[in-house]
């Protein structure tokens, strides 16, 4: 999602203020940005900390600021710079992390970002894209710079099926129909699940949905999903992420409070590192069952 | 700042301080609050940029934002600040918090308090106007205890880099931190040449005498297109006889008796 973004921020160049800052990172993708932006493409070298800071500093003279970084550099590294200097003044900087869950895979866990959107959704005013194919990194890019709030972008591998073609970019879509247990995904990850899914019988595949925006509120949760929820009373969520501060919490939450119970409530998660042995993203989800073997296993279903 | 800034006359200007640090004393004292030794040796420097130094466009960081009683008063001569909001310093319900809080006063721009946040910050801002061909200048006020957080290093190398001539950096030198003298802790002696050594200009002056303060930041830049950084030699607690160089004056308010003898040594100093 990479090509996808420096195109869709290439977009954006009309905007007078524009101004757009890495961590030293893009190599063999954002070159054309830095082409089209020149002056207001700005390397900050490595040195996160005072890139936010940087960019709180250009906000609070107005300028749209927009920080990219390898995911955990761009949010941990400097999580302190973004509570204070962006949070807590809600300037509206965006931060682009590349590589969210185990997109690093071998690189090691300190490449990962299992933690992000959990960490940063508990800052004030902050919300989190997640795309789940390339498609979707334009129009998310066009939604985040038109709020005039903190925002961080998630970025994946797309893992889009060939001859599949997903559905308009939205906060939730419906992604496949099935007669089997509603499923919600978040994440590039879906593209391996619906791969196998699209090959099912319709009537035992489950119905999959994809949240894209966080945090997860009531008001955004399409009825159709609901009313599903609430006569199956089962559900199953699905993210390559921590399960503190995760989509699965905060639907639980979400489903609790506005009165909703399941008797069952399936969670598949980053589970970190239980071997304590590393490898390639495919390997990680496999550790931590999210892979789509084990994914459907976890729902029932037989491939 | 909608003023300009006005002529320095060096027995006026010793009049507004002393009429600051009065009322500075007494805001801590109602309030029970200390940090007083790192508000009385920047109070002069604060009073100086405000009311002589800084026109329309121009911004002020504070970055040592535990100072921020010290800001405070300066809007009050400034006539910003009201009597009835100072008395609300520390106390519930108050915008006067013990380190800045962001977005309620034109010249606080941003909230600090995590020391090595405003440096980059006022970067930030100083970048922002470059990039826009914007006049202003920014000055931003550090400690220096604050020099040993990382990222003001980081901030000194991009600010360097990027040439922010209209950036200035203040450091408030007055070799006390949190708990010990920063010699103790941390080495902080040579600051300096360390600083220089990254590239700016940097020169030191007696941060207690407003007239040669003013003469070196009236200078315009010379040898060097990047910022530059006033090294301010100055006494914690300064003007306070049992405040002066004592790190307790770091944290602790003034009792009773203590506040009794400070308005004394304030008010047989204007007598004199």
């Not at chain 1, 207001?40 to 960019?55: D, P």
């Not at chain 1, 496949?176 to 319709?202: E, K």
């Not at chain 1, 995760?246 to 939450?253: D, E, I, S, T």
């Amino acid at each position: 999602m990479r090509n996808a973004v420096c195109q869709a921020l290439m977009t954006l160049f009309a905007h007078q203020h524009f101004v757009f800052l890495t961590g030293d990172l893009g190599f063999q993708a954002l070159e054309p940005l830095r082409a089209l932006m020149g002056e207001r493409f700005i390397n900050a070298g490595v040195a996160e900390q005072n890139m936010i800071s940087v960019a709180a500093g250009l906000a609070q003279q107005g300028m749209m600021t927009w920080v990219y970084s390898i995911a955990p550099f761009c949010y941990a590294r400097p999580f302190e710079q973004i509570r204070n200097d962006v949070c807590l003044h809600r300037f509206p900087v965006k931060l682009v992390g590349n590589g969210g869950g185990y997109g690093y895979g071998a690189m090691g866990p300190s490449h990962h970002a299992i933690e992000d959107y959990g960490a940063l959704l508990t800052l004030p005013g902050m919300q989190a894209w997640i795309p789940m194919f390339a498609t979707d990194v334009l129009p998310a890019v066009l939604q985040m710079a038109a709020v005039n709030t903190p925002a961080y972008l998630r970025l994946g591998r797309c893992e889009c099926p060939n001859h599949y073609t997903p559905p308009p970019f939205a906060p939730w879509r419906h992604l496949l129909s099935g007669g089997g247990l509603p499923v919600v995904v978040t994440g590039p990850l879906v593209g391996s699940l619906l791969a196998t899914c699209l090959t099912m019988d319709v009537a035992v595949r489950p119905d999959i949905w994809g949240v894209t925006l966080l945090p997860v509120t009531a008001p955004t949760i399409p009825q159709a999903l609901l009313a599903q929820i609430g006569q199956q009373r089962r559900l199953c969520v699905v993210e390559e992420h921590v399960l503190h501060g995760g989509v699965g919490h905060m639907l639980a939450h979400t489903l609790l409070t506005s009165g909703i119970a399941v008797d069952t409530f399936h969670h598949a998660y980053a589970r970190g590192y239980p071997s304590a042995t590393y490898g390639s993203q495919q390997f990680h989800r496999r550790e931590s069952g999210l892979d789509t073997p084990a994914l459907l296993q976890l729902m029932g279903i037989s491939p | 700042m909608e003023r300009s800034p006005l002529e320095f006359e060096p027995g006026a200007f010793a009049d507004l301080h002393q009429r600051a640090a009065r009322r500075l004393l007494n805001m801590h004292y109602h309030s029970r609050i200390g940090h007083i030794g790192g508000n009385l040796s920047c109070l002069q420097t604060m009073l100086l940029l405000h009311h002589h130094i800084m026109e329309k466009d121009d911004v002020f960081v504070l970055s040592k934002g535990h100072a921020i009683g010290a800001l405070y008063i300066t809007l009050w001569t400034l006539g910003e600040i009201d009597d009835a909001a100072l008395t609300t310093f520390h106390a519930d319900g108050t915008r006067l918090a013990g380190h800045p809080v962001a977005q309620w006063h034109p010249r606080i721009p941003v909230a600090t308090g995590s020391l090595g946040h405003g440096l980059p910050m006022a970067i930030g801002m100083t970048l922002a106007k470059k990039l826009r061909c914007e006049p202003g200048r920014i000055f931003c006020l550090t400690s220096d205890g604050e020099w040993q957080e990382g990222s003001n290093w980081e901030a000194l190398i991009f600010a360097n880099h990027h040439q922010l001539e209209r950036l200035t950096i203040l450091v408030d030198q007055n070799g006390w931190q949190g708990f010990g003298s920063t010699s103790e802790v941390a080495s902080m002696a040579n600051l300096a040449p360390r600083l220089a050594a990254f590239g700016p200009r940097v020169t030191t002056v007696n941060g207690h005498d407003p007239q040669a303060m003013l003469q070196e930041i009236s200078l315009p830049p010379q040898d060097n297109p990047g910022p530059r950084i006033l090294m301010l030699e100055t006494i914690k607690g300064y003007g306070i006889s049992f405040m002066e160089n004592r790190l307790d004056s770091h944290y602790l308010p003034l009792d009773q008796a203590g506040w009794k003898q400070a308005m004394r040594e304030l008010a047989s100093r204007e007598a004199s």
